[in-house]
């Protein structure tokens, strides 16, 4: 008897899903039984639990922003799945830094030409390298849904990350504009955008680093910003889990109507 999302036996592409937000969606489409091809820079594939019922992993080392990356990838999911049927477009980075820094100008935490290529190149190109492969193979097949991972700062902007949350602010722009192109295919883009949300492996003490830094505080003050929660409504920070859940909504056909629009989940944050 299929679930109540029916996603068994089809097949989801995860950007990122090494660590993260990526790892909880991956764990929880192997959960209801979905294949995942798992892409991701690091040399290391990650572990995921598995019980009787669960779908089947591929991790394919993937360089997100090289077209022949992507390219290769999508080849062996085809080799080894066949039919795809979901992108969830997770990978993404973010550098803390400051437009201008008049304490230390074109110093270390100030945007430079550098900073600014790398983001865009993972949170943009990435982006559109990986929508514009899968996207042949879901027009091809005349249904699929691509699933872009936003961020609550690309909706409000974000003091010290002015760059990454343009960045998320034009993948909104890309899920609107796509979904006027795709949905005559049959396929839906709909775009995912997290708040503050637990402590994860990615958050590291450089970033944290570089952040406060960009604040004018310091990192237990930082630290301090992200357990208080004031500006969160429902006072706390948000799950994993809870975003993966969202994903593989967004991915069923119980979200067949849902098209073009990006889903803030964040607790109610906003800057008002």
Known sequence: MASWLNLEGKTAVVTGGASGIGKAVVQAFLDNGTNVVVCDMNPNEPTFSRKEGSGEVLYVVTDVSKADSVKAMVEQAKAKFGKLDILVNNAG?????LLVDPKDPYGKYELSERIFDKVVGVNLKGVYLMAQALGHEFVRNGAGVMINMSSESGLEGSEGQSIYAATKNAVNSFTRSWSKELGRYHVRVVAVAPGILEATGLRTPA?????????GITVEDLRKGYESTKTTPLGRSGKLREV????????????SYIHGVTYNIAGGKTRG
């Open 93 to 97: 980075i973010n550098i803390p830094c």
């Open 207 to 215: 970033y944290e680093e570089a952040l406060a830094y960009t604040r």
């Open 244 to 255: 993966a859940d969202l994903v593989l909504f967004l991915a069923s056909d119980r979200a």
